[in-house]
Nanobody, 114 residues
Framework: VQLVESGGGSVQPGGSLRLSCTAS????????MRWYRQAPGKEREWVAL????????NYEESVKGRFTISRDNAKNTVYLQMNSLKPEDTAVYYC????????WGQGTQVTVSS
């Protein structure tokens, strides 16, 4: 199983970024996918979830209405569209799946600063 995140970067408050996570080594379309983040000095926290067919999503309270998780099963890719970014969104973002155990990507840095 391999998960590779991309799309991070530095933006000003109010800006947008789109993260991607491309998966390989497992049957992507039959597993839910999640995004997590870890800010400096803090524990890793769950951000968003999308079910295997993409029919259902769920979000951590602080990102509701600003972040959108989606997936393209033909491309084995899950996305996180992040709008109206705030300094408190600064973190390393990880995608995750659970197939017998947790699998994580290497993470992509998102920095929101003026």
């Amino acid at each position: 199983v391999q998960l590779v995140e991309s799309g991070g970067g530095s933006v000003q408050p109010g800006g947008s970024l789109r993260l991607s996570c491309t998966a390989s080594g497992f049957a992507f379309s039959i597993y839910a996918m999640r995004w997590y983040r870890q800010a400096p000095g803090k524990e890793r926290e769950w951000v968003a979830l999308i079910t295997r067919a993409g029919r259902s999503t769920n979000y951590e309270e602080s990102v509701k209405g600003r972040f959108t998780i989606s997936r393209d099963n033909a491309k084995n890719t899950v996305y996180l569209q992040m709008n109206s970014l705030k300094p408190e969104d600064t973190a390393v973002y990880y995608c995750n799946t659970f197939t017998l155990r947790d699998y994580w990507g290497q993470g992509t840095q998102v920095t929101v600063s003026s």
